[in-house]
Every structure is written in structure tokens, then in C-alpha cells.
């Protein structure tokens, strides 16, 4: 009698873990449907709307040579249409402004590098955060006042870190340093060849901005701010603010081909 009650009372404290971690798996889907439901997608898979072209040597939304387009639900930065590359560096702008908010972007350089391009660019592009809005450059700027999250891909044969720092008329502080460098190594591995890389940003305003890699924090910066030498720069400091605490968000064409086939956004304040 005693056995048989001890095997009622195992069969009952049995049924109410499992009951218990069901329960809690149930509520942990939950959460993270909720959580993935929360991210927008800045790119529709279909075309170019809600995004702005500017291409260094042409008027805003020129796409000259179709730089930037979208093919079987890719957005890609092409040079077929190119003859040679003559200093035409482009950035596609989305058309809102953010300041608090997570960004992830799946890319993966292809192809050969378009003839003319600058060494320093092979398999160079990236993501421009914080960016001064592309009304406000000029026809001939190359770059957007901007702090980029840059991609690099390997080369076949020599490490080369992707997510690392460049600062078109900006600064930043690292580990309480003021940084006045251009750019910035990350601690990431090198990724070789076309294969698909994910690449997010955290961004909190004008404190910190943390790069991830495939999952992996590689950099961490803080108080990104303009640089009061930049002539460029100087144009967009008001009553002394150098701080930048939002901006627009651009993808990069330095003359390397490169696919996008992922760009979302998870708001955080």
C-alpha cells in the first residue's frame, strides 16, 4: 500500500513538471514571436520605394548606370552598366530618420571588382549611420557626414576584418579616448568568397553603438560626433551641438558589387 502510494504521489509531481515546463516553453515562443514580429522591414524584396539615391557627380535620385536596383528579390549595387568606375561612390538613403534602434543587414560581396574602382575598395561597402540627409550634400561629395559600419570581404588568402569603423566627418569615442582616425579595426574573423554575411548595429542615440557580426560583438564605440575640421561637417554644426544623437540610414556603392538580400530595423526607444 505504502509502494503504491509513493508511485501516485511520483506519477503526480511528474505531471506537474511537465506541466510547468511546457507552460514555460509556451510562454518563452510567445515572447519571441512577439519580439520578431516587432522588427520592419526597410527593404520590400520588390523594389526601390522608400529609398533615395544620391551618386557622387549627379543630382539626388540620378541612379546613374542603375547603380542601385532590385533583381528577383535582391537589392544589388551593379556596375554591368558601367564602362569604368570615375569616382562615382553612391549611397541609397532610406527615407526616415532613426536615433534608438537595432539594424540587421544580410549582404555578400559577388563578382569582379568594376574597372577604374580604388584598391582601397575591393570588396569595400558598408552601412552609414547618423547620416546629414542627401538634400544637404552637394553634387560632387562623395561621402555623407555619416559614422559607417564597414564590410570587407576576404580576398582568398589574408585576413581582412569586416565591421569595422570609418568616420566620413565624425569622431567617436573609444574606451574614453577621442578617436580622430578614419577608421577602426574590429576583431571580427575574415569571411571569403559570396557567402552571406549578417551584420547588425545597435545604436542608442548619441551613446553608444555596438557592431555584431554573425552574432558576434566585434566593436564598441561611444558619443559619436561631428568633426568641427571637416568642411563638410562644419555645415551641419548648429549653436556648437557636434553630438549626433540620429540620423538616416544609407547603404554604401564604392565600386565593388554587392547583394542585399535582408535590411530591417528593431526600434528600441
Given at each position: 500500500?505504502?509502494?503504491s502510494?509513493?508511485?501516485?504521489n511520483?506519477?503526480?509531481?511528474?505531471?506537474w513538471?511537465?506541466?510547468i515546463?511546457?507552460?514555460?516553453?509556451?510562454?518563452?515562443?510567445?515572447?519571441?514571436s512577439a519580439?520578431n514580429?516587432?522588427?520592419?522591414?526597410?527593404?520590400?524584396?520588390?523594389?526601390l520605394?522608400?529609398?533615395?539615391?544620391?551618386i557622387?557627380?549627379h543630382?539626388?535620385?540620378?541612379?546613374?548606370?542603375n547603380?542601385?536596383?532590385?533583381?528577383?528579390?535582391v537589392l544589388?549595387?551593379?556596375?554591368?552598366?558601367?564602362?569604368?568606375?570615375?569616382?562615382?561612390?553612391?549611397?541609397?538613403?532610406?527615407?526616415?530618420?532613426?536615433?534608438?534602434?537595432?539594424?540587421?543587414?544580410?549582404?555578400?560581396?559577388?563578382?569582379?571588382?568594376?574597372?577604374?574602382?580604388?584598391?582601397?575598395?575591393?570588396?569595400?561597402s558598408?552601412i552609414?549611420?547618423?547620416?546629414?540627409?542627401?538634400e544637404?550634400?552637394?553634387?560632387?561629395?562623395?561621402?555623407?557626414?555619416?559614422?559607417?559600419?564597414?564590410f570587407?570581404?576576404?580576398?582568398?588568402?589574408?585576413?581582412?576584418?569586416?565591421g569595422?569603423?570609418?568616420?566620413?566627418?565624425?569622431?567617436?569615442?573609444?574606451s574614453?579616448?577621442?578617436?580622430?582616425?578614419?577608421?577602426t579595426?574590429?576583431?571580427?574573423?575574415?569571411?571569403?568568397?559570396?557567402?552571406?554575411?549578417?551584420?547588425?548595429?545597435?545604436?542608442?542615440?548619441?551613446s553608444?553603438?555596438?557592431?555584431i557580426?554573425?552574432?558576434?560583438?566585434v566593436?564598441?564605440y561611444e558619443?559619436?560626433?561631428?568633426?568641427?575640421?571637416?568642411?563638410?561637417?562644419?555645415?551641419?554644426?548648429?549653436?556648437?551641438?557636434?553630438?549626433?544623437?540620429?540620423?538616416?540610414?544609407?547603404?554604401?556603392?564604392?565600386?565593388?558589387p554587392i547583394?542585399?538580400?535582408?535590411?530591417?530595423?528593431?526600434?528600441?526607444?
Open positions: 500500500m505504502r509502494q502510494l509513493l508511485t501516485m511520483q506519477w503526480r509531481c511528474l505531471l513538471t511537465l506541466f515546463f511546457l507552460l514555460s516553453a509556451s510562454c518563452a515562443v510567445r515572447r519571441d519580439s514580429s516587432r522588427w520592419i522591414s526597410l527593404f520590400n524584396g520588390k523594389n520605394d522608400g529609398w533615395k539615391v544620391k557622387a557627380g543630382e539626388l535620385n540620378d541612379n546613374y548606370g547603380t542601385f536596383r532590385v533583381e528577383n528579390g544589388k549595387v551593379s556596375y554591368d552598366q558601367h564602362d569604368k568606375f570615375g569616382g562615382e561612390f553612391g549611397h541609397l538613403f532610406y527615407k526616415d530618420k532613426f536615433s534608438h534602434y537595432r539594424l540587421r543587414v544580410e549582404y555578400r560581396f559577388v563578382g569582379e571588382q568594376c574597372p577604374g574602382g580604388p584598391d582601397w575598395a575591393f570588396r569595400n558598408g552609414m549611420l547618423h547620416c546629414q540627409s542627401p544637404s550634400m552637394t553634387k560632387a561629395q562623395s561621402f555623407p557626414v555619416s559614422i559607417e559600419a564597414q570587407l570581404g576576404g580576398n582568398g588568402k589574408d585576413e581582412r576584418s569586416t569595422n569603423l570609418c568616420t566620413p566627418g565624425t569622431h567617436v569615442v573609444i574614453g579616448e577621442l578617436v580622430t582616425r578614419h577608421c579595426n574590429s576583431r571580427s574573423k575574415t569571411y571569403h568568397g559570396d557567402q552571406w554575411v549578417t551584420m547588425e548595429v545597435e545604436v542608442h542615440g548619441d553608444t553603438i555596438k557592431h557580426v554573425n552574432g558576434e560583438a566593436l564598441e558619443k559619436p560626433q561631428l568633426d568641427e575640421s571637416d568642411a563638410d561637417a562644419q555645415k551641419l554644426i548648429i549653436s556648437g551641438k557636434k553630438l549626433l544623437r540620429e540620423g538616416y540610414i544609407a547603404l554604401q556603392a564604392e565600386s565593388h547583394e542585399f538580400r535582408k535590411v530591417e530595423i528593431l526600434i528600441l526607444k
